[in-house]
């Protein structure tokens, strides 16, 4: 949650902040807000990527709006040769954030752009928001999707997946989840700046005056027992022997500089993963950037630490998939 919440949640009184949280309005509004600025920004800053942000590059293969799952929000845009992608490079998922209640595929066109110009079969989800979903629900989307690509894609050498934010919660609840159920679904997860500690990040958001307006608590639960319970931090503690052996290689990155998740988030899984015993892991540390720069460095492909970081990922050996 950002500036403007902070504002409002020094001026509105609570029942107002949870009637604007709970409606099923406040989402698509904020949405509309960000999608409109990112593009007055553009033609401002970079006129020759708000054609792509709208509606794509020309030199790009995109299919819109395929069905992943049976619900409304069970969609996926895919960017890249189908027939030859998935078998020369893998597939790459990205789950966008947006504090679990906003957010959309259609915000993400520049991030799938680059990324497919790598190479990748990129799968930009849509996945249930709150209020319609909690967070192990939108983890839930996250695992169906990834079996759906999985049957639709058999040839594919790799299934990554790339979560920012609340997207890197997600996405991390989900392996946890598919390991609980004896899966692996993916080779390798890079998450981004990602809130792990749900209890930790409610005291810090509560700190900031936003705790009653933001999506998190209601999406995570009321109480410290829900929330502890869709923390992965202290998720990976409770996982078996064979379970832990199920989760992939792992990369984090997180700015030293954020100060909407502060870095002790992924410090904390970080630390965790390691108390377990999980030796496919990395974490990187990134001076001097905070919650966005390193968002809109993989947006505009710049940042050549950031891209670097990217390419490692894409390279590293893969896990067993079973």
Not at 259 to 269: K, Q
């Amino acid at each position: 949650m950002g500036r403007a919440e902070e504002v409002l949640g020094r001026v509105l009184p609570v029942r107002v902040q949870h009637a604007l949280r709970d409606s099923k309005v406040f989402g698509k509004a904020v949405d509309n807000v960000l999608m409109v600025g990112a593009g007055a920004a553009l033609v401002a800053l970079r006129p020759s990527l708000a054609r792509d942000y709208v509606v794509g590059a020309k030199d790009s293969q995109v299919a819109r709006g395929l069905a992943y799952g049976p619900l409304k929000r069970h969609t996926v845009d895919v960017y890249g040769d189908a027939d030859t992608a998935p078998a020369a490079r893998g597939i790459l998922v990205f789950v966008h954030g947006g504090a679990w209640g906003f957010g959309n595929k259609e915000m993400y066109t520049l991030h799938a752009l680059e990324l497919e110009r790598r190479g990748f079969l990129v799968l930009v989800l849509n996945y249930r928001l709150y209020p319609w979903a909690k967070s192990d629900e939108q983890a839930q989307d996250v695992n169906l999707a990834l079996r759906w690509a999985r049957e639709r894609y058999p040839g594919a050498s790799s299934t990554r997946v790339m979560g920012h934010s609340s997207g890197a919660h997600i996405s991390m609840l989900a392996a946890i989840q598919a390991a609980q159920q004896g899966e692996q679904l993916c080779d390798g997860l890079l998450l981004l700046s990602g809130p792990f500690d749900i209890e930790t990040h409610y005291d810090f958001e509560r700190g900031r005056g936003v705790h009653e307006l933001s999506f998190m608590k209601p999406a995570n639960g009321t109480t410290l027992e829900e929330f502890r319970a869709r923390s992965p931090v202290r998720l990976v503690r409770q996982l078996s022997v064979d379970e832990r052996d199920l989760l992939p290689h792992i990369m984090l990155l997180h700015g030293e500089k954020d100060d909407t998740v502060p870095v002790t988030s992924t410090l904390a899984l970080h630390r965790e993963l390691v108390h377990i015993g999980h030796e496919d892991l990395e974490t990187y540390i990134l001076e001097r950037h905070d919650h966005v720069d390193i968002h809109t460095d993989f947006m505009f492909g710049r940042g050549h630490l950031v891209m670097a970081l990217l390419d490692r990922f894409v390279k590293a050996p893969l896990t067993a998939r079973l």
